[in-house]
């Protein structure tokens, strides 16, 4: 997917005829294309094929995914980061849930546009799957973690998915999730970290550089988060160097679920 030409589209010219990909933040983004996205905007990865960097959190996921289904977009995927809900997942990890949890019902994805997937995947990648639950807020602490577990008996979080899924089964399109975990059970990122990010999910450096000064943030919490960081973005990077064709085209109908799963 990074290896084709890419050239940014106006959001009204519609002209996806394959999968449309939503990403929250920029380095997420670069897992799929190393070119430097417009911000809320569509980007054409060739074959009919696009991304759309939103930004963190599901309004913005959420309008990303229509315009992209207005564009034309054959099918929804959410790809990026997610947090564990579960001590068996580490950074790393490679979430590729069977149900998106809304907080409201259980959102299907198509088993048979995943299976393919998975099947694209080198043996070495821990997949897991299960539920994912959507979130309103960045989950600070192991305490939310758990509760949200016992509350959803999801796997893993994230604060897009749940959005992508809405949009796409209310309007008929396959949907899948691709989500890399970057902060294990254990581990979240603090809430003062949501200061100094941009967003893009970018950080914003002069605010990091102050919250350093004020101790508010420790360098060793930092280190952390970088290397967790590459984890999951290795194993983004796995996923599209190993199912590029699965990932830009869906050739299967939608899973013959649809709308919410009774919970």
């Not at 999968?19 to 074959?47: H, K, S, W, Y």
């Not at 997610?82 to 149900?99: C, D, F, V, W, Y």
């Not at 799957?129 to 602490?141: D, F, N």
Request: aromatic share 4%.
């Amino acid at each position: 997917m990074g290896i084709d030409p890419i050239s940014c589209i106006e959001p009204e010219a519609p002209c996806v005829t394959g999968v449309g990909i939503i990403v929250a933040m920029r380095v997420e983004a670069r897992c799929i294309t190393p070119l430097r996205l417009f911000f809320n905007q569509r980007t054409d990865l060739g074959n009919g094929a696009a991304v759309w960097l939103c930004g963190v959190g599901a309004e913005a996921a959420g309008a990303a995914a229509t315009g992209l289904r207005t564009a034309g977009a054959t099918a929804l995927m959410s790809f990026g980061f997610a947090g564990a809900l579960h001590s068996g997942l580490n950074s790393g990890a490679l979430m590729l849930p069977e149900s998106i949890h809304t907080g409201d019902c259980l959102l299907p994805v198509d088993l048979n546009w995943r299976a393919r997937l998975q099947r694209c995947l080198p043996d070495h990648l821990n997949v897991t799957g299960g539920i994912l639950a959507a979130s309103s807020k960045v989950l600070t602490s192991t305490s939310a973690k758990f509760d949200l577990a016992e509350s959803t008996g999801a796997n893993a979080v994230d604060m897009e998915s749940g959005a992508v899924a809405e949009v796409a089964t209310n309007a008929s399109l396959p949907f899948m999730a691709v989500r890399a975990i970057s902060d294990p059970l254990d581990f979240s990122p603090p809430g003062v970290l949501l200061e100094a990010v941009r967003p893009d999910g970018s950080p914003h450096l002069v605010r990091l550089l102050g919250l350093l000064l004020k101790r508010s943030l420790t360098l060793g919490t930092l280190l952390r988060l970088a290397s967790d960081a590459r984890a999951a973005r290795s194993t983004l990077s796995t996923v599209v160097r190993y199912a590029d064709a699965e990932m830009r085209a869906i050739r299967s109908p939608a899973s013959s679920l649809s709308g919410c799963i009774a919970r």
